[in-house]
């Protein structure tokens, strides 16, 4: 806590003031700041306190810096700026409003399926571009994966792995990730790949699907061991609803085997997006959101007579023509059925009085005779007398037309039934037998190559989307989804992605600027600081950039490096002599060559008490001013009765004209090749003689370029080693 009070309303770097706690992890904790020359809100990651001492830790947290100002992606959370104000390590970074996916996971899991999805495509096209640029992030969970309010998901701390109050494991005290997001590799100390990062993306997915990581256990080990001989329970069994396509791919990112998973994460992107398109994901979308709504069928009565849809006539079995309603008698009134109506409607004949004939029997309900009673009496007199003529009734015609109806039907149900059977018989098994295809492999070749050989094996080509490329020329494949190899149908779309060529920067002019302000234009501009050397100048103030390489306003791939020459300021002047009295001869020789100054006369006398080659006395005297090349006069011991320190140590015997110059000197030639690799190249020769080791030569080359160094080497026996970035690839003994 005294930490953060300690940091709130700081500036740093006169620049970036500290305003208050965002979040803090296992190695750093992360502010908002205000910049204040840029006026804009930003995070800034603090090494804690407890590590600020510790090379390894400040090493590590520098390497995220550089990993992440070389990506440039929506979904990657941007570095702006690295630096270190007396023990304070800091970087800044953008400032992404909203909140962890853990906090998200923790509050409303289990999330739905298409957002799972969304955001699952999401992180993967952010590991896919940090892969493509050799950066394995080696550290995903939800914890480093920021939710923006409109739904971006944004990946951060790439290169550090927090602590916080997850379960991790450590190697030498290293911190190697959260042990819930393990790869098996991660787990049993193997490298970490591309698809160890899947993996973890797999465990991210199945925690947002059921609310639960897949494995638990009650230490670390326990739990890296399941991640190595057990297989996660499919997400399923915790969450019915999720959809099987999108339980493949998590399934997939889990295997055991990472030969198995996914080969790319643009892989993994694609079939994530092709679960957000698919219906399954909307659809059990649409069931959520319709949880708890009202479902009463439109037209639905409110009672047993009232409300919407309800019919009178249907509900009397009378009235059923537009003649027989406009019949009824009164306003709104519906009486009730006759006996004859009754009995058109139920099939038995009408009941009739005895005394009455002419009448139907009505009951005790029966109505006085009226227009209705004289419309049922004419048609039951009319219906008598065609029964009495011998005719056929019309209920008899209605029969007939029925059974008629009722024939064809069954006949047409016969024939079509028929049909079908037949069409199933004879077609339907030739139509589903679609044939299979091998995906042939077609990364690499032009968009108009790959379309050709994709015919030729029955499929169809898509591009995906189109992606910078350091390695693969313009408009040529850089993926594919399927994989090469894979059996398909005949016919499927092959999804590609094609490449835009290298992505080219503009390299800033960086005379004058210091190696801040150079490491902040490098950062903005997705480059790289290189080699730097250093060199007097008297136009250029000590601690500016004097010339740079490539030049101002070149076009240069992204995340190339940049060498610099910086100013030591005015050459000086003259030397203050130091003592040189007790020390060896051959140190102080190199020494003195190293301040600008000659070896001038040296004297040998014999001496008991010092070893052989002691400097005994010097001229100028030790405090003295020397001007740059001046010469300074020594004089050394030697054994008593030997030949001299300087012949039997290889330096020249006095008298053979250099006997007072210190070793002999010889110039050699180097010739050295730089080797396939990066097009820009740090190399480095160093001379180990008996002189004090010192670098001869320092610079950048491309690849191809042949380098021809005349070396200066002292001594009976030299040693030249070249370096080329920082890696000793040839050795030579003179």
């Not at 059925?337 to 009505?362: C, D, H, I, K, L």
């Not at 160094?709 to 003179?734: C, L, R, S, T």
Request: net charge neutral.
């Amino acid at each position: 806590m005294a930490w953060n009070a300690h940091m709130i309303g700081r500036l740093l770097h006169k620049r970036y003031l500290i305003e208050n706690r965002l979040g803090e992890g296992g190695m750093a904790v992360v502010y908002q700041a205000r910049d204040q020359v840029l006026h804009r809100t930003v995070a800034v990651k603090v090494l804690r306190e407890q590590f600020a001492g510790d090379s390894e830790f400040v090493e590590r947290f520098r390497r995220e810096a550089l990993a992440a100002a070389s990506l440039s992606h929506p979904n990657i959370v941007n570095v702006y700026d690295v630096g270190r104000e007396g023990s304070i390590h800091f970087i800044v970074m953008e400032y992404v409003p909203g909140e962890t996916l853990k906090n998200i996971i923790r509050r409303e899991a289990p999330l739905s399926p298409l957002r799972v999805a969304r955001i699952g495509r999401q992180v993967c096209e952010a590991l896919a571009h940090a892969h493509e640029h050799g950066v394995i992030h080696r550290d995903i969970k939800p914890h480093n994966i920021l939710i923006t309010p409109d739904g971006r998901a944004k990946v951060t701390d790439f290169g550090i792995a927090h602590a916080g109050t997850a379960a991790t494991l450590t190697d030498n005290g290293t911190v190697m990730g959260s042990v819930q997001y393990f790869s098996p590799e991660q787990a049993t100390g193997r490298p970490s790949c591309p698809q160890s990062d899947l993996y973890a993306v797999g465990v991210v997915l199945y925690e947002m699907l059921t609310g639960r990581v897949p494995f638990v256990g009650d230490t670390a080990v326990a739990v890296a061991l399941k991640h190595v001989h057990e297989a996660p329970r499919p997400p399923s069994r915790y969450n019915p609803d999720i959809p099987p396509q999108l339980e493949r791919v998590v399934l997939r990112a889990l295997a055991k085997d990472k030969e198995r998973r996914y080969h790319t994460a643009w892989e993994m992107a694609a079939d994530l997006d092709a679960v957000a398109r698919s219906g399954e994901a909307w659809a059990w979308e649409g069931q959520r959101l319709a949880l708890g709504r009202s479902s009463r069928p439109v037209g639905a009565t409110s009672g047993p007579l009232g409300g919407a849809g309800f019919d009178p006539a249907e509900a009397g079995g009378i009235a059923r023509s537009p003649n027989a309603r406009a019949a009824l008698p009164g306003a709104g009134r519906v009486p009730g059925p006759s006996p004859a109506a009754a009995a058109a409607t139920s099939g038995y004949p009408p009941v009739r009085n005895a005394g009455s004939p002419g009448r139907a029997e009505e009951g005790a309900d029966a109505r006085p005779a009226g227009d209705l009673s004289r419309a049922l009496q004419d048609g039951r007199s009319e219906e008598g007398t065609i029964l009495a003529k011998g005719g056929t009734s019309p209920g008899g015609r209605a029969a007939r037309v029925r059974r008629r109806n009722i024939a064809l039907a069954v006949l047409g149900f016969v024939l079509v039934t028929g049909l079908s059977i037949w069409f199933l018989v004879q077609w339907l098994p030739a139509w589903l037998s679609v044939g299979e295809t091998r995906v042939p492999d077609v990364t690499g070749m032009s968009v108009l190559q790959a379309e050709e050989r994709l015919k030729s094996s029955q499929l169809q080509m898509a591009v995906e989307r189109r992606i910078h490329s350091n390695s693969v020329p313009v408009d040529h494949v850089v993926s594919q989804v399927p994989v090469a190899g894979r059996l398909v149908k005949v016919n499927r779309t092959v999804s590609v992605m094609v490449s835009l060529g290298p992505d080219l920067v503009t390299v800033p002019d960086l005379s004058g600027q210091t190696l801040r302000d150079v490491q902040v234009a490098l950062n903005g501009a997705s480059l790289a600081l290189g080699g730097r050397v250093e060199e007097y100048s008297d136009q250029v103030p000590a601690g500016q950039v004097i010339s740079q390489d490539p030049p101002a306003n070149a076009r240069v791939e992204r995340g190339s490096a940049v060498n610099l020459v910086i100013s030591r300021g005015p050459a000086p002047q003259g030397q203050v002599m130091p003592n040189l009295r007790g020390r060896a001869y051959a140190d102080v020789t190199g020494q003195l060559v190293q301040m600008g100054l000659q070896v001038g006369q040296v004297v040998e006398r014999e001496s008991g008490d010092l070893p052989a080659g002691t400097v005994l006395d010097q001229d100028p005297e030790p405090g003295a001013t020397v001007p740059l090349g001046g010469t300074v006069n020594l004089v050394i011991s030697k054994a008593p009765g030997s030949p001299g320190y300087l012949a039997s140590s290889g330096y020249a015997a006095p008298g053979s004209g250099t006997a007072n110059n210190g070793p002999v000197a010889r110039t050699i030639n180097v010739t050295i090749t730089v080797p396939p690799g990066p097009d820009q190249q740090q190399v480095q020769i160093v001379v180990v003689d008996q002189r004090p080791a010192r670098q001869v030569y320092n610079a950048t080359h491309r690849p191809g370029d042949v380098i021809e160094q005349a070396v200066q080497v002292y001594g009976k026996a030299a040693n030249v080693q070249v370096y080329i970035d920082g890696n000793m690839v040839k050795e030579f003994n003179f």
